[in-house]
């Protein structure tokens, strides 16, 4: 019984850190006022760079940043189309996320001819039975607690979020620093993405996201701004995963 508790512990620390990074990423969006709901197309194309970049070159290091550009890369159209077309943010999240699901398996057949996987990339490597980029993870999950609520920056994407008009009267830029947010939060999405492909597996499989975007929206969605209440949601939602994984294995 021990060790099947300790085993879940472990499993909802690894698994769960994906998805908190995703979470934070949105919420980079989120506090400056742009609501992202491409999150899982952003990790998905996250997670396909990541493995493909890994594969061809040997480097993990460049796969990660690989990762990271492509989700930021993602979310800089999604800000274009929200913050300077003013289009529907919710339209554009839900074509980000359909188009990273059918770009992902198209490009899957043009590259490896197969729609299912990737071949073998290199992985990133573990540090006392942990992938490195957990670590990374819950350092930036740290950082930007601080960087949030205790910067310059990070009191103007609130200022930005909740009172833009009063942001604009003393001289903070709305639409750059809104730019800012939505990038950072797929650059994030990417990295929980990579961590999918080349942190747990060596490679990327069709739809290997799967819905881990959405939990991170849902745990957005339910924090209402105290971010005690966001990490437990993320990791009680991380749970229920793991404990439907293990009761279906018994």
Known sequence: MVSIIISLILATIRQAAPILITAIGGMFSEVCGVVNIGLEGM???????SAVVSYYTGSWVLGILAGAISGGLIALVHAI???????????????????ASGFTIFMLRVLFEQASNSPSATRIPLLFDFSLLIYIIYGLAIWSGYFLYKTVTGLRMRAVGEYPLAADTVGIS??????????MSGVFAGLGGTYLA??????????????????????????????????????????QMQLKLLFNNM
Do not use: C, H, P, W
């Not at 750059?176 to 947010?181: A, E």
């Not at 739809?207 to 975007?213: I, L, Q």
């Open 81 to 99: 189309i929200s913050i300077k077309y003013r289009g529907n943010q919710t339209v554009s999240g839900v074509a980000i996320n359909l188009f």
């Open 198 to 239: 080349i942190g747990a597996l060596s490679q990327f499989s069709k739809e290997m996201s799967a819905g881990r975007g959405f939990i991170a929206l849902a745990a957005l969605v339910l924090e209402s701004g105290n971010q005690k209440v966001f990490y437990l949601l993320v990791y009680y939602l991380d749970l």
């Open 174 to 183: 709305v639409a750059k620093v809104r730019y800012f947010g939505v990038v």
């Open 43 to 49: 990790m998905l194309i996250g997670a396909f760079s």
